[in-house]
C-alpha cells in the first residue's frame, strides 16, 4: 500500500484525483469541477473528506504515514488502510448493513472511499451531550456477535479462518500502539503520558506500584498477543460508532486483527462506563443528568445480555465450524453438556471483557489519548473527581474480574463508584 505516487490530498487535489474511478463520478454525478470536498477528520491518525457532488456524497478516508496527534515523529505504515477497507468488507458480509458500505479501496493512495453515513453524529459527542440512541443496544451486540462468530473457528473451516488470520497478521504496527498504550505505558513512566495534575499525581503514581494491576494488565495484554479468537474491530469506543435515532453503524476498523472477543465487548463497555462517570461535569445541576445516567447504564446490561444471548443462539443454530464438530451433539445428552460448555465460554468471555474494560479505562486517563468525555469538562477538579472514580473502578474489573457475578453486579459497581 502506498506506492510511488502516494501524496497526502487536499480539498483541492482530490476531485481531479477521483475523477479517474468510474464508480465514485457515478455516485457523486456531475463533473469534478462541480465536487465540493471538505477535510473533517477529527481522529488521531488519518485525513477524512466529504466529497459532495450533485447527485450523491462520499467519505474519502485516506491513512498518512505518521500519527496525525503527535506528528511525523511517529511513523505509521500506510497500509492500515488495507486493513480498514477489508474488515469493512468482512463485517459487512457478517452483520449487514451495520459499516458503511465501501465503494473503493485504492492501494496507491492508501485510501478507502466509502458510504457517507448522514445525518448521523459520533456517538461519543453525542454520550457528552445527553443525547440517547434508541437502537445502540440492539445494533452493537448483533453486530459484536455477528462479526465476532462468523470469523470464529465456530463457523468457519479451520483452513479458511486461518486463511483470513494471514491476511490481518500483517497488522502489527496498529496492533502494537494497543499493546504499548492500552496495556504497557499507562504502567511505567511512559513519555507520552499524561493525566490531569496535579490532581491525579497521587494515584498515577500508586498505580504504576501496584503489582496485582502489572500482572493482572498483563495477562490481559497475553490475551491480546495470542488468543486470535476472531477478527475483532480492535478500536470499538463510542468515537468509532455514528448514530441517528433510527440508525446506528460501526466505522473506523483500521486496528482489526484476529485476536479475543472480549477485547471488542470490553472497548465498548468500558467507554460506555467513561461516559457515564463524565456526567458529573456535564449536568448543568447536581443530579440533572441522572435519567441519562440511567439511560447508558441500561445501555451496558443491555449491550452485553442482547450480545451473549444472539452469541450462543448463532453458535446454537449455526455452528458449523471446526471447532464443536456438530455431528458429537445429535442427543440430547450431549446437547446439554454442549449448553454447559457454552456458559462456561460465555462466562471465561465476560472475564476477559471486564478485564479489557478496564485496560481500556486506565489508559484513557494516565496514557496518551484521552477521551472527550473527560477533556471537555473545563472544571479541573470536577474532571479529576470522575477520573479518579473511573480509575478505581478500572482496576477493580481488571484485577477481580472473576469476582463479578454478572453484568448487573458491574451496574451496581459502576453506581456505587460514582
Ligand atoms: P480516524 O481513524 O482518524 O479516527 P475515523 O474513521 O474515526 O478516523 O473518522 C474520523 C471522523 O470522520 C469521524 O469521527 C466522523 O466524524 C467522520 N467520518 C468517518 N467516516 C465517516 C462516514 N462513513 N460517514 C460520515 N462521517 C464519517
Ligand atoms: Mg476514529
Ligand atoms: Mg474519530
Ligand atoms: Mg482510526
Same mark, same amino acid.
Given at each position: ?5 502516494y ?22 454525478d ?20 466529504i ?17 496525525r496527534?503527535v ?5 505509521l505504515?500506510l ?32 485510501l478507502? /472511499?466509502?458510504?457517507? !453515513?448522514?445525518?448521523?453524529? =459520533? *456517538?461519543?459527542?453525542g454520550?457528552?451531550d445527553? #443525547?440517547?440512541?434508541?437502537? $445502540? ?15 470464529s473457528?465456530?463457523?468457519?473451516p ?10 490481518f ?20 513512566a511512559a ?18 506500584a ?6 493482572a ?5 497475553l490475551k ?7 477478527? /475483532?474491530?480492535?478500536? !470499538?469506543?463510542?468515537?468509532? =460508532? *455514528? ?6 453503524? #460501526?466505522?473506523?476498523p483500521? $486496528? ?13 463497555i468500558?467507554?460506555?462506563i ?9 449536568e ?15 445501555q451496558?446490561?443491555d ?48 472475564e ?5 474494560a478496564?485496560?481500556? *479505562? ?11 468525555? $473527560? ?17 478505581r473502578?478500572g ?6 474480574r ?17
Amino acid at each position: 500500500t502506498g506506492g510511488a505516487d502516494y501524496r497526502p490530498m487536499t480539498e483541492s487535489t482530490l476531485a481531479p484525483y477521483l475523477a479517474g474511478f468510474s464508480e465514485v463520478a457515478a455516485i457523486l454525478d456531475g463533473v469534478p469541477q462541480d465536487w465540493k470536498v471538505t477535510e473533517v477528520g477529527d481522529g488521531n491518525l488519518n485525513l477524512v473528506f466529504i466529497v459532495r457532488g450533485p447527485k450523491g456524497a462520499l467519505i474519502v478516508k485516506q491513512a498518512l504515514p505518521y500519527v496525525r496527534l503527535v506528528g511525523d515523529a511517529w511513523p505509521l505504515p500506510l497500509d492500515r488502510s488495507f486493513f480498514e477497507s477489508q474488515a469493512l468488507i468482512t463485517e459487512d458480509a457478517a452483520a449487514p448493513g451495520l459499516v458503511p458500505k465501501v465503494v473503493l479501496f485504492d492501494a496507491m493512495q492508501a485510501l478507502v /472511499v466509502m458510504e457517507f !453515513l448522514t445525518p448521523h453524529i =459520533i *456517538m461519543r459527542k453525542g454520550l457528552i451531550d445527553g #443525547v440517547e440512541f434508541p437502537r $445502540f443496544a440492539a445494533t452493537l451486540s448483533e453486530f459484536m456477535a455477528q462479526s465476532l462468530f462468523k470469523t470464529s473457528d465456530l463457523y468457519l473451516p479451520a483452513a479458511e479462518k486461518k486463511k483470513q488470520m494471514a491476511v490481518f497478521c500483517a497488522n502489527t504496527e496498529l496492533c502494537r500502539i494497543t499493546e504499548d498504550l492500552v496495556f504497557t505505558d499507562p504502567y511505567r513512566a511512559a513519555k507520552l503520558n499524561h493525566w490531569t495534575s496535579p490532581q491525579l499525581d497521587d494515584i498515577a503514581l500508586e498505580l504504576r506500584a501496584d503489582g496485582p494491576l502489572k500482572a493482572a494488565a498483563q495477562a490481559m495484554k497475553l490475551k491480546f498477543l495470542c488468543h486470535a479468537e476472531a477478527l /475483532v474491530h480492535g478500536d !470499538l469506543h463510542s468515537g468509532s =460508532i *455514528m448514530a441517528t435515532s433510527t440508525d446506528v453503524r #460501526v466505522i473506523d476498523p483500521e $486496528f482489526a486483527f484476529f485476536g479475543p472477543m472480549g477485547f471488542d465487548v470490553g472497548a465498548l463497555i468500558g467507554n460506555l462506563i467513561l461516559a457515564y462517570l463524565s456526567q458529573i461535569g456535564h449536568e448543568d445541576e447536581k443530579g440533572g443528568r441522572d435519567g441519562y445516567r440511567a439511560w447508558i447504564l441500561k445501555q451496558m446490561v443491555d449491550v452485553w445480555t442482547l450480545f451473549s444471548a444472539r452469541f450462543v443462539e448463532l453458535w446454537s443454530t449455526e455452528g458449523k465450524g471446526d471447532a464443536f464438530t456438530a455431528e458429537l451433539f445429535a442427543d440430547a445428552a450431549s446437547r446439554a453438556a454442549l449448553a454447559e460448555e457454552q456458559a462456561r465460554y460465555m462466562r471465561a468471555l465476560f472475564e476477559d471483557t471486564l478485564g479489557f474494560a478496564g485496560c481500556k *479505562m486506565i489508559r484513557r486517563i494516565l496514557g496518551l489519548a484521552h477521551v472527550a468525555d $473527560f477533556e471537555s469538562i473545563a472544571d479541573k477538579d470536577v474532571r479529576a473527581s470522575g477520573e479518579r472514580r473511573a480509575l478505581r473502578l478500572g482496576r477493580d474489573l481488571v484485577v477481580n474480574r472473576a469476582r463479578f457475578a454478572n453484568i448487573d453486579a458491574v451496574a451496581a459497581a459502576v453506581v456505587a463508584a460514582d
